[in-house]
């Protein structure tokens, strides 16, 4: 069976190499498991428009790092004034944006303008529309809310790998995270708040611990992996915020107050800045983190919550309460081995092995709903050639950005800069 005509996927990063690999993952898992032909293009070196007005293209994801472009608001007007030729191009079209928290008005007024069918979102639907409301006409998208990340079958076998490889865990309870800005609200303070509680209530217990919050110690890829099939437990909440930002001046005006005040608390940074406005959107969501740890079989104390109704508490994780009353009880529960290894099977079996939270199931999720194949035309050669000439416009990108890096360490500079004309010839 002949695949169909393209589908063009529009992301955009720039200096960053390796990209985190559950950022890679979920930015390629449509051409790894899609039945349709995909063409990916960074905005960061250009649109092509010369080249893509040539092919047939059959539908167009604006994909999370593409719509994160807004937390700087100057690139995000600059790059997508590139895409005024998309607006008026009938394809469906589907938006993936993350961080629904803030510059949403900028968010909302680029996907009306670009005419989308499909919002797949992090919200719930009890605040699509306080966040999109105002400029988005939702009685025309069809909107979905889905997770920020899912499980992919290449990480599950190097992790699978790993633990075959690792003996017995040494860390009791690992930890990573960075510190959460005061203008995300009280919910995005439970991020430092767990670390400090738990770090303070194991030591009291001898437990071996390897907590952190500085950037110096973060990980990333296979590395964070690794870090975590040598962790017996990790700790953790949902991801989110509970303050709507629409245009970045409630991150400014905190900003611009800590800097006057830099001793200043959440609490009081919330009375000046915000008072009552906290907790006005709830959106949480489960993350890659937490799949990573059913991946791994580290078992999971988290606060509290509903994590999209996937991790089930005493089944999956252990809960925690948001005042942390009941640690005590929880670090108990985490001293019980054979309670632990009962609950990480069970996450094992439901969440990971039933294959429900894959990327695979995700995509056909996105094919069956957004792009069926009985709507799509077959492809022609000329097509076909040019998608050839996309992939490798493609890995000059990523070859590019590789270069950049080792620019930095005065190495590779000619290079780069021969890399960077053969990208931007066609922009």
């Known amino acids: 069976m002949k695949k169909p005509y393209v589908i063009l996927v529009l992301y955009y990063t720039r200096g960053i190499y390796p990209l985190r690999d559950t950022i890679r993952t979920h930015l390629y898992c449509h051409a790894r498991y899609s039945q349709h032909r995909y063409v990916y293009v960074n905005l960061a070196f250009g649109f092509p428009w010369g080249i893509l007005k040539r092919m047939r293209i059959a539908g167009v994801i604006f994909h999370t790092i593409c719509l994160s472009m807004r937390w700087s608001p100057t690139i995000f007007r600059e790059r997508t004034a590139l895409l005024a030729p998309l607006e008026m191009l009938d394809v469906p079209k589907l938006a993936m944006p993350q961080d629904e928290f803030i510059h949403t008005d900028l968010l909302a007024q680029f996907l009306e303008r670009q005419r989308i069918t499909h919002l797949f979102t992090c919200a719930t639907e009890a605040d699509w529309r306080k ?253 076909l050639f040019l998608h050839r000439v996309m992939q490798i416009r493609d890995w000059l990108s990523w070859q590019f950005q590789r270069l950049e890096v080792m620019a930095i360490n005065k190495r590779g500079s000619t290079l780069a800069n021969l890399a960077y004309r053969l990208l931007i010839r066609n922009k």
Not at 190 to 211: F, N, P, S, W, Y
Not at 290 to 300: P, S, Y
Not at 316 to 344: C, G, K, Q, T, W
Request: with cysteine.
């Open 131 to 383: 966040i999109y409301g105002e400029f988005l006409d939702l009685e025309r998208v069809k909107v979905k809310t889905t997770l920020t990340g899912y499980i992919d079958e290449a990480t599950l076998r190097r992790v699978d790998q790993m633990k075959r490889r690792q003996g017995k865990r040494k860390v009791d309870i690992g930890y990573r995270a960075w510190k959460a800005a005061k203008w995300l609200g009280e919910h995005g303070q439970h991020k430092v708040r767990i670390a400090e509680v738990v770090q303070a209530a194991a030591g009291q217990r001898h437990l071996t611990v390897d907590i952190s919050l500085r950037d110096e110690d973060q990980l990333g890829g296979d590395d964070w992996l690794r870090f975590m099939v040598n962790c017996k437990a990790t700790i953790g909440v949902e991801g989110g915020a509970s303050v709507l930002d629409r245009d970045g001046s409630l991150k400014a005006r905190v900003e611009e107050y800590e800097k006057q005040h830099p001793e200043s608390g959440f609490e009081e940074v919330r009375e000046a800045c915000f008072p009552g406005r906290d907790h006005e959107i709830g959106l949480r969501a489960i993350s890659p983190r937490h799949f990573e740890a059913c991946m791994t079989n580290t078992c999971q104390i988290l606060v509290r919550g509903s994590y999209n109704g996937i991790l089930q508490p005493e089944r999956h994780y252990i809960p925690l309460e948001p005042d942390y009353s009941n640690l005590h009880n929880a670090l108990e529960m985490l001293s019980d081995e054979e309670y632990v290894r009962a609950m990480v099977a069970r996450a094992d079996a439901d969440i990971v092995r039933s294959g429900d939270w894959s990327y695979r199931r995700f995509v056909e999720m996105i094919d069956r709903e957004v792009f069926p194949s009985g709507k799509l035309k077959r492809a022609d050669l000329g097509t």
